[in-house]
């Protein structure tokens, strides 16, 4: 992705025709001052050079001429020396850098580094990668090269930085999808209809340079009927080659760890940028790799479906031959089978076959859909309200206590208030056939308890504590299902 110029989006407004699009300039003041950045110079030990030397004219002893250097550093090493010393042999020279030893804690390493006409000096870490803060590096010449990069940056831009996310280029892609679609009408029909105009070479390039934003336009003129807002799963990553932030449109500086990514997404911003994104994560399937221990509310909007499918393709199998089933849902199928159930719905999503044919014993799909409540992340009744239904369930009154867990209820993520719902529904059904199934809201809060809810913090104490309110819970829902939902 090549930087245009240094301005801002040439215009939000939607174009009339794909000819017309005007794709966004990526703003390339940042990339221009990377450039201009001081290179690193590394200053070698006069004592090294002259222990080189022997070595290449005597083929004598190799090992270092300077005392307790650590086998992880260079010949930049320049033992114990004062901060006056280490001043003295960078020479004033823009970007000279050394390494050595505190006088005052030895044992102890600094990087004496020159820059804005004044010696730097940083406590130097390792612990298999070079660090003087966040940032890890396989040498030291990269991480004083993209310190240069960031002090010089932050140095001449401090400001413009500080402003960077005032005028965002996210909030004016919406165009994009619509440009997507004009592009994919002209090349269907041109598949239909030779003789026609194709596609021009620049509308093709036009579609590959915003490739990413195409993600984010989507959110706007998407046919999603089950829009759930979804938190940007944001990981610092480091991006090769140059790359421009999808949010403020300014490049992202240094040479690792420059931005965030989303990792369900794909979305490419500044760490600092990221605090501004809206909730409207978009997940991408082709980054889903698996059904089970996926995230609830990434699993639904990645396949635009109201609950996880899982649930729904079981349930639906549940319903139609096991209702009367013995034990349903506390008789346990063999684990290996629904471990082979599982295994089908990571590889095969929708299209798995759980069908008679394949698993005659219901008790299998019933372990498959309650092993996949249990390796969610985050319960169907999340975390965070996991103390406030166990307060609701402590309560004596029953009529307060249905209105708590009510209140409480609403404070569930759509997508796990939808999937609880839904759930609900279908054990008040196996509720029904209790004569032949055995199975009623006590029995039935006993198993799906510490399913579908788990305390914050791992503690055996607390979950054997909270049992019987967990218990609760679920057959409060179960019983009131109709009010509750």
Known sequence: MAASSNSSLSGSSVSSDAEEYQPPIWKSYLYQLQQEAPRPKRIICPRERWGFTVLVRLVSNSQPQVENRPKYYGREFHGIISREQADELLGGVEGAYILRESQRQPGCYTLALRFGNQTLNYRLFHDGKHFVGEKRFESIHDLVTDGLITLYIETKAAEYISKMTTNPIYEHIGYATLLREKVSRRLSRSKNEPRKTNVTHEEHT???????????????HNDNHFNYEKTHNFKVHTFRGPHWCEYCANFMWGLIAQGVRCSDCGLNVHKQCSKHVPNDCQPDLKRIKKVYCCDLTTLVKAHNTQRPMVVDICIREIEARGLKSEGLYRVSGFTEHIEDVKMAFDRDGEKADISANVY???????GALKLYFRDLPIPVITYDTYSKFI???????????LEAVHEVLMLLPPAHYETLRYLMIHLKKVTMNEKDNFMNAENLGIVFGPTLMRPPEDSTLTTLHDMRYQKLIVQILIENEDVLF
């Open 206 to 220: 036009a579609v590959e340079k915003i490739s990413s934003l195409v993600r984010r336009a989507a959110l706007t």
């Open 391 to 401: 307060d609701a369930a402590k309560i004596s009154n029953a009529d307060e206590r």
């Open 360 to 366: 005659p014993d219901i008790n299998i799909i019933t």
